[in-house]
């Protein structure tokens, strides 16, 4: 009885979809899993056998080394940046952050471009100064190049997130350690590293997940990991069995990760941010250690962003005026078209999840806030072949039906673009959801118990208070979201319709014939639109903590 | 008997203790009744029962002979008829003075509306401040306004959560005055939660004194200060 009333009291409807959004957001990953123990054949044991071990290897050296690097990197440059002031700080604290805008792959072509026998440095050399080079020195497409690729691109990651919890969290402790006479570098190994490690932990599986997540930079540089490897399954032999299989070993590997890094971030949360921390003040640099904080600082950015940056501008110049014509303007409403409904879509379950958790209490809502989330962790590769597996399905029982009524049999749904944002809403919910829930924890529920006591209905009140009040939120959110499928590669690869392109895909396709200088333009756009959204949020960022 | 509280029991899901049981609690039409009580004692979260904003366990409520809930039913805060003032106030900060007033007026139309608010404006002494928004707003003037919003509806019943906490001293005994004559004014049933003892001895025609989710004592204010002088005199020192 009491549990009756109680579900009673808890807003049917919004209860209801929120069951039923979780469970469509859950659908892909569940078949695979099923999958993964049905009976196997001949071509997954082919697989397993010869190569499956290779994939492994390969996939792990890739996370493994970038990880390592990106560690390195990032908290160096996050301690500097929040511990020091060197000419161009503020410009080095955001800029720093760039590279997030220039997707690994956009980045793995500008530098084989770059560094080719008719890339920039081959023909200076060859031309001006009539050096003739051994090609070994400058063949990044192996995997210590993907490996440089992945570190450059995606250090930002770790930068960002042990950035603010430096700035925000510890100045306690670091002025302690000052005072203490501590030099900076024992400060920086005894102090900042320790307390410091939830937050690089976090930061350093968001890397993770890229690594496992890409497909762009191993397909070009030719390293067979285990996106490739569903793709080749898929495409190359269509065989949708040893796919889901692959998918579903991968996604294993990834579940292993995430567990072991809840095990090694312990109970700690990096981002208890409470805004009435005081800030960590940057120490004036003097003499040599200011121009080795300089120069570390101007070579990072040169090389994740201003290096590449520039190519492409060149590119973008030689080929603009073939490249830009009604095709091009096709492409540019496709992704629109594609990004727009995406996170509309995303922003709206997000908003009916996040409000019905908050607002039960109860272990239900926790536990679709935790499903929501758990897209965001599995490879884009491995949810494509998750919605391809659901739509085929569907599609039989369509299939059946328009028999049945006598009608032409097609396949409507698994060749439409509905798919293909129904994919995009299960990998990018959790960016949506995680700006959407954190609007909703700063504001609290008291406005919206006040509203109740006042007559209004959870709905009514949702319209007339809640979503008012956290409208940054929602176009902080609406933003990620946006520019992540923008930048989508390996889902939209497997799950766009015949013929119809984005940005993302045509860039990789020009990149992928050998025709890098004609990818330059839509990279462009791409990386144009991902730095103002950076720009934009950092900003807001900034200001907000009063 | 305006609200009728019976066997009450509340158990907040992340904490270990119940935090009440078996509750019986009474108060009557018209008058303004006092929960007085040191902080965590419950007072907060039996207004917020009766609101309808938390769902007890077990029990029932009853507000002008109506059930509120009990195993069967549960009442939605928002059909409650019940007003209640928080601790901050709560007061929207995306609309104005006027639009916070005016939010609970549903089911008037524009004239109606307008009319109310400015009345209620009148009856807190606003009249002047329709137009600001809460952040243009001192404390007590936040507090007016909070009030004139809760009373706005026409509540039968209209509860205060510590109104007076955010305010600094000599303000609080402004406001203590001005709400008490507002409501003997209006006579409208209230509840009034506050840890403050001069709060209750001034403002109540009837104390609750309420000490780790159970009632210790009730009845004219003079009676249950002087009966519990001892236990107050140390709870306040
Ligand atoms: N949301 C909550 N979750 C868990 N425990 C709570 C919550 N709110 C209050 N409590 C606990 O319930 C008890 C009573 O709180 P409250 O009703 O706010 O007391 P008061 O208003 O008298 O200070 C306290 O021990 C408090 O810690
Ligand atoms: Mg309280």
Same mark, same amino acid.
């Given at each position: 009885?009491?549990?009756i009333?109680?579900?009673?009291?808890?807003?049917? $409807?919004?209860a209801?979809?929120?069951?039923i959004?979780? =469970?469509?957001?859950?659908l892909?990953?569940?078949?695979?899993?099923v999958?993964?123990?049905a009976?196997?054949?001949e071509?997954w044991?082919h697989?397993?056998e010869?190569?499956?071990?290779?994939?492994i290897?390969?996939?792990v050296?890739?996370?493994?080394?970038?990880?390592?690097?990106?560690?390195?990197?990032?908290?160096?440059a996050?301690w500097l940046?929040s511990?020091?002031?060197?000419?161009?700080?503020?410009?080095?604290?955001?800029?720093?952050i760039?590279p997030l805008?220039i997707?690994p792959y956009i980045?793995a072509?500008?530098y084989?471009?770059?560094?080719?026998? =008719?890339?920039?440095?081959?023909?200076?050399?060859?031309n001006?100064?009539?050096i003739?080079?051994?090609?070994?020195?400058f063949?990044?497409?192996?995997?210590?190049?993907a490996?440089?690729i992945?570190?450059?691109?995606?250090?930002?990651?770790?930068?960002i997130i042990?950035?603010?919890?430096?700035?925000n969290?510890?100045?306690?402790?670091?002025?302690?350690?000052?005072?203490?006479?501590?030099g900076s570098?024992m400060?920086?190994?005894q102090?900042v590293?320790?307390?410091?490690r939830?937050?690089?932990?976090?930061g350093?599986?968001?890397?993770?997940l890229?690594?496992?997540?890409?497909?762009?930079?191993?397909?070009?540089f030719? %390293?067979?990991?285990f $996106?490739?490897a569903?793709f080749?399954?898929?495409?190359?032999?269509g065989?949708?069995?040893s796919?889901?299989?692959?998918?579903?070993?991968?996604?294993?590997?990834?579940?292993?990760?995430?567990?072991?890094?809840?095990?090694i971030?312990?109970?700690?949360?990096?981002?208890?941010?409470?805004?009435?921390?005081?800030?960590?003040?940057?120490?004036?640099?003097?003499?040599?250690k200011?121009f080795?904080?300089?120069?570390?600082?101007?070579s990072l950015?040169?090389?994740?962003?201003?290096i590449?940056f520039?190519?492409?501008?060149?590119?973008v110049y030689?080929?603009?005026d073939?490249?830009?014509n =009604?095709a091009?303007? /096709?492409?540019i409403?496709?992704s629109?078209f594609?990004?727009?409904?995406?996170?509309?879509?995303? %922003?709206?379950?997000?908003?009916?999840?996040a409000?019905f958790?908050r607002?039960?209490?109860?272990?239900m809502g926790k536990?679709?806030s935790?499903?929501?989330?758990?897209?965001?962790?599995i490879?884009g590769?491995?949810?494509?072949?998750?919605?391809?597996?659901?739509?085929l399905s569907?599609?039989?029982?369509?299939? =059946?039906?328009?028999?049945?009524l006598?009608?032409?049999?097609?396949?409507v749904?698994?060749l439409?673009?509905?798919?293909?944002?129904?994919a995009?809403?299960?990998?990018?919910l959790a960016?949506?959801f995680?700006?959407i829930?954190s609007?909703f /924890?700063?504001?609290?529920?008291?406005f919206?118990?006040?509203?109740?006591t006042?007559?209004?209905?959870?709905?009514?009140?949702f319209?007339k208070?809640d979503i008012k009040? %956290?409208?940054?939120a929602?176009?902080?959110?609406?933003?990620?979201?946006?520019?992540d499928?923008?930048k989508e590669l390996?889902?939209?690869?497997i799950?766009?319709?015949?013929?119809?392109y984005?940005?993302?895909?045509?860039?990789?396709?020009?990149?992928?014939?050998?025709?890098?200088?004609e990818?330059?333009v839509? $990279?462009?756009?791409i990386?144009? %639109?991902?730095a103002?959204?950076i720009?934009?949020?950092?900003?807001?960022l900034?200001?907000?903590?009063? | 008997m305006?609200?009728?509280?019976?066997?009450?029991a509340?158990h907040?899901?992340?904490?270990?203790?119940?935090?009440?049981?078996?509750?019986?609690?009474n108060f009557?039409?018209g008058?303004?009744s006092?929960?007085?009580?040191?902080?965590g004692?419950?007072?907060s979260t039996l207004?917020?029962?009766?609101a309808?904003?938390?769902?007890?366990?077990?029990?029932?409520i009853?507000i002008?002979?109506?059930v509120?809930?009990?195993t069967?039913?549960f009442v939605?805060?928002e059909?409650?008829g019940?007003?209640?003032?928080f601790?901050?106030y709560a007061?929207f900060?995306?609309m104005?003075?006027e639009?916070n007033?005016k939010f609970?007026l549903t089911k008037?139309n #524009?004239?109606?509306?307008?009319?109310r608010?400015?009345?209620?404006?009148a009856i807190?002494?606003?009249e002047d401040?329709?137009?600001r928004?809460?952040y243009?707003?001192?404390g007590?003037q936040?507090q #007016?306004?909070a009030?004139a919003?809760?009373?706005?509806?026409?509540?039968?019943?209209?509860?205060?959560?510590e109104?007076?906490?955010n305010?600094?001293?000599?303000?609080?005994?402004q406001?203590?005055?001005?709400?008490?004559e507002?409501l003997? #004014?209006?006579?409208i049933?209230?509840i009034?939660?506050?840890h403050?003892?001069e709060?209750?001895?001034?403002?109540?025609?009837?104390?609750?004194?309420?000490?780790?989710?159970?009632?210790?004592?009730?009845? #004219?204010?003079e009676?249950?200060?002087?009966?519990?002088?001892?236990?107050?005199s140390?709870?306040?020192?």
């Amino acid at each position: 009885m009491y549990f009756i009333r109680k579900m009673r009291s808890q807003f049917n $409807s919004w209860a209801l979809l929120s069951v039923i959004f979780s =469970t469509l957001i859950l659908l892909p990953a569940l078949l695979i899993m099923v999958q993964l123990f049905a009976e196997s054949n001949e071509n997954w044991e082919h697989i397993k056998e010869f190569m499956l071990k290779n994939y492994i290897v390969n996939s792990v050296t890739l996370v493994g080394f970038t990880g390592l690097f990106t560690v390195l990197i990032g908290v160096s440059a996050a301690w500097l940046v929040s511990a020091y002031k060197v000419p161009m700080h503020r410009f080095f604290k955001w800029g720093l952050i760039l590279p997030l805008a220039i997707p690994p792959y956009i980045g793995a072509y500008t530098y084989h471009g770059i560094l080719n026998y =008719t890339g920039v440095i081959q023909t200076s050399l060859r031309n001006q100064f009539g050096i003739k080079v051994d090609q070994k020195f400058f063949d990044i497409m192996n995997i210590p190049g993907a490996v440089f690729i992945f570190t450059m691109f995606l250090y930002p990651y770790v930068y960002i997130i042990t950035k603010s919890f430096l700035e925000n969290q510890s100045s306690s402790l670091i002025e302690n350690a000052r005072l203490l006479g501590k030099g900076s570098f024992m400060t920086f190994i005894q102090v900042v590293l320790p307390v410091s490690r939830a937050a690089i932990v976090g930061g350093v599986s968001l890397v993770i997940l890229e690594v496992f997540n890409d497909y762009g930079v191993v397909k070009y540089f030719g %390293i067979q990991t285990f $996106s490739t490897a569903i793709f080749q399954a898929w495409f190359g032999m269509g065989d949708i069995y040893s796919a889901i299989k692959l998918a579903g070993t991968l996604m294993f590997i990834v579940v292993l990760i995430l567990i072991l890094e809840k095990v090694i971030r312990g109970r700690k949360q990096y981002s208890y941010s409470t805004s009435k921390v005081r800030p960590l003040q940057p120490k004036e640099l003097k003499g040599w250690k200011k121009f080795a904080v300089l120069s570390f600082f101007i070579s990072l950015f040169a090389l994740a962003f201003g290096i590449p940056f520039i190519q492409l501008i060149h590119w973008v110049y030689m080929t603009y005026d073939v490249i830009l014509n =009604t095709a091009f303007v /096709d492409l540019i409403w496709n992704s629109v078209f594609v990004a727009s409904i995406g996170s509309v879509l995303i %922003i709206i379950v997000a908003l009916i999840i996040a409000n019905f958790s908050r607002l039960s209490k109860g272990w239900m809502g926790k536990l679709f806030s935790k499903i929501t989330v758990l897209g965001y962790s599995i490879p884009g590769a491995v949810i494509a072949i998750g919605v391809l597996t659901l739509f085929l399905s569907l599609d039989e029982k369509v299939f =059946t039906l328009y028999e049945w009524l006598g009608l032409e049999p097609t396949l409507v749904l698994s060749l439409s673009i509905s798919m293909l944002i129904f994919a995009y809403v299960v990998r990018f919910l959790a960016v949506g959801f995680n700006s959407i829930e954190s609007g909703f /924890d700063k504001v609290g529920t008291v406005f919206t118990e006040a509203s109740r006591t006042l007559g209004m209905s959870v709905t009514k009140t949702f319209f007339k208070v809640d979503i008012k009040m %956290i409208k940054g939120a929602i176009a902080g959110g609406f933003i990620l979201v946006f520019v992540d499928i923008l930048k989508e590669l390996p889902l939209t690869l497997i799950l766009q319709p015949f013929n119809f392109y984005t940005l993302a895909t045509k860039t990789f396709q020009y990149a992928s014939d050998e025709r890098i200088h004609e990818a330059s333009v839509s $990279s462009m756009v791409i990386i144009c %639109i991902s730095a103002l959204s950076i720009f934009f949020l950092h900003r807001v960022l900034e200001k907000e903590p009063k | 008997m305006f609200v009728q509280i019976k066997d009450l029991a509340f158990h907040y899901k992340n904490s270990r203790n119940p935090l009440f049981e078996n509750l019986s609690l009474n108060f009557n039409q018209g008058e303004v009744s006092v929960i007085l009580g040191e902080s965590g004692s419950g007072k907060s979260t039996l207004l917020r029962l009766i609101a309808g904003l938390e769902v007890p366990s077990r029990g029932s409520i009853l507000i002008d002979q109506a059930v509120m809930n009990d195993t069967f039913r549960f009442v939605q805060p928002e059909k409650r008829g019940v007003g209640l003032v928080f601790q901050d106030y709560a007061l929207f900060p995306h609309m104005t003075v006027e639009k916070n007033i005016k939010f609970g007026l549903t089911k008037m139309n #524009r004239k109606q509306k307008q009319a109310r608010m400015e009345e209620l404006l009148a009856i807190v002494g606003m009249e002047d401040y329709a137009s600001r928004y809460p952040y243009e707003l001192s404390g007590g003037q936040q507090q #007016r306004v909070a009030l004139a919003r809760a009373m706005a509806p026409n509540p039968s019943l209209i509860m205060f959560d510590e109104p007076f906490s955010n305010l600094d001293s000599k303000l609080q005994l402004q406001i203590r005055d001005e709400l008490q004559e507002i409501l003997k #004014r209006t006579g409208i049933t209230s509840i009034f939660v506050t840890h403050d003892e001069e709060d209750a001895r001034a403002i109540g025609d009837r104390i609750i004194l309420m000490n780790n989710g159970k009632i210790q004592d009730e009845g #004219r204010p003079e009676m249950v200060l002087k009966r519990n002088k001892e236990q107050l005199s140390l709870a306040y020192v």
